[in-house]
T-cell receptor, first 107, second 115 residues
Framework: KNEVEQSPQNLTAQEGEFITINCSYS?????LHWLQQHPGGGIVSLFM???GKKKHGRLIATINIQEKHSSLHITASHPRDSAVYIC?????????FGAGTILRVKS | DTAVSQTPKYLVTQMGNDKSIKCEQN?????MYWYKQDSKKFLKIMFS???????INETVPNRFSPKSPDKAHLNLHINSLELGDSAVYFC??????????????FGEGSWLTVV
C-alpha cells in the first residue's frame, strides 16, 4: 500500500462547480505538496503545506496534521482547470507521490 | 526565463541505443532530481544530487547514469535502451532536499519512446 492515497481517481465536473480532491497519508511528514499536470505538459507546484490552509486565486489547500489528511479545493471551476492533480509528501529524505486525480471540467 | 529546462522534450529511439537528456536550472538551487513517470502517471524518484554529489539512487538499473558537471546541471544518460524505459522523465530542483519543507520546481518533462 502506498504511503499516499488520493481520492477520487477520476472526477468530472460541470463548469462553475466546487471541487474537492482528498489526500491521506500514513507517515509523519515535514511537508505536503499539491502539484498540477496538464495533458502533455510539465508539472507545476501549486502549494506546499506543513500546517493550516493556503489560498491562491480559486485554489485552496488545507492540511490536518493530526488526521494525516489534506484537501485541495477549486472554487468556480473552469475547463482550464482540467488536469491531473498530484499529492506528494516529504519525509526523511523522501518525496512520495500519490497516484493522481484526473479532473475534467466540462463547459 | 524558464526556471528548470530540460531537452529534448520528445525523443523516439530504437532499442539498444544510448541517449541523453539534459537539465539545467537557473534558480540557484543546491539540489536537483530525476523522476520517472510511468504510463499510469505515477511518479518515482530516480536520483537526487546535492551540490554535484549523488544523494539518492533509487535502485535504478545501472544503464542509467546521472552526471552533474555543476550544481545548475544534471544530465541523465541511458545506455542500451529497452522498451520498458519508455516513460516521461522529469528533472526538478529545490533549495533543500525533497524530504524538507521546500518547494520543488519541475521541468516540462522529456517524453522518451523506445521502439
Amino acid at each position: 500500500k502506498n504511503e499516499v492515497e488520493q481520492s477520487p481517481q477520476n472526477l468530472t465536473a460541470q463548469e462553475g462547480e466546487f471541487i474537492t480532491i482528498n489526500c491521506s497519508y500514513s507517515v509523519g511528514i515535514s511537508a505536503l505538496h499539491w502539484l498540477q499536470q496538464h495533458p502533455g505538459g510539465g508539472i507545476v507546484s501549486l502549494f506546499m503545506l506543513s500546517s493550516g490552509k493556503k489560498k491562491h486565486g480559486r485554489l485552496i489547500a488545507t492540511i490536518n496534521i493530526q488526521e494525516k489528511h489534506s484537501s485541495l479545493h477549486i472554487t468556480a471551476s473552469h475547463p482550464r482547470d482540467s488536469a491531473v492533480y498530484i499529492c506528494a509528501v516529504s519525509y526523511g529524505n523522501k518525496l512520495v507521490f500519490g497516484a493522481g486525480t484526473i479532473l475534467r471540467v466540462k463547459s | 526565463d524558464t526556471a528548470v529546462s530540460q531537452t529534448p522534450k520528445y525523443l523516439v529511439t530504437q532499442m539498444g541505443n544510448d541517449k541523453s537528456i539534459k537539465c539545467e536550472q537557473n534558480l540557484g538551487h543546491d539540489t536537483m532530481y530525476w523522476y520517472k513517470q510511468d504510463s499510469k502517471k505515477f511518479l518515482k524518484i530516480m536520483f537526487s544530487y546535492n551540490n554535484k554529489e549523488l544523494i539518492i539512487n533509487e535502485t535504478v538499473p545501472n544503464r542509467f547514469s546521472p552526471k552533474s558537471p555543476d550544481k545548475a546541471h544534471l544530465n541523465l544518460h541511458i545506455n542500451s535502451l529497452e522498451l520498458g524505459d519508455s516513460a516521461v522523465y522529469f528533472c526538478a530542483s529545490s533549495q533543500a532536499g525533497q524530504g524538507a519543507t521546500t518547494t520543488i520546481y519541475f521541468g516540462e518533462g522529456s517524453w522518451l519512446t523506445v521502439v
